[in-house]
């Protein structure tokens, strides 16, 4: 065999190897850190301490909808019901242009969401996860025409509201 071929049926050799030894990859997203007993959560409403409107509803409503996602959960009416809460703030919300079109408008804005939350099991003393100054930014693109730029705002928010829950869902999930 030449150098070349060597190489390259090497590489699939050790690619075969590695996908049928079973190398411990999961997909992201597949995976739970939580104990199994957890099946029944309540989202507690979070609190809004932003100057946004809304912002609360929009992430709390998003957050059980991932959870429904997962399939494993169930969303109950009330702590009570529950084996562990989802609750917590919304502390702060920016939004800023950072792309600019030839005539001066924003074309593209980034959203900045901050939240402390905390998951646990009801009355217990101490959270299973739980992330204070929780981070999250999204950029999305704004239309140029005067009906896309006056309603951008509520579309936007929705949209990053979806990625910000799960994102934040995976993370509880895996445990990180």
Known sequence: MTGGRWTAAAAVAVVATLLAGGCGYGLVGRTSSLPEDISNIY???LVNRTTRSQV?????????????KRRRFELVSGRGEADAVLSGAVTSY????????????ATEFEIQITADVEFGRPGAD???WSRQGYLFRELYEVELSAAGYFDRDDRAIEEVAEKF???LIIDLLEGF
Do not use: C, H, K, Y
Not at 56 to 68: P, R
Not at 94 to 105: A, I, L, Q
């Open 126 to 128: 101490e959270p299973i």
């Open 43 to 45: 989202v507690s409403p």
């Open 94 to 105: 920016n939004e800023r242009p950072v792309t600019f079109g030839s005539d001066g408008r």
């Open 56 to 68: 609360d509803q929009l992430l709390t409503q998003a957050i059980a909808t991932e959870f429904v």
């Open 165 to 167: 829950a799960e994102t």
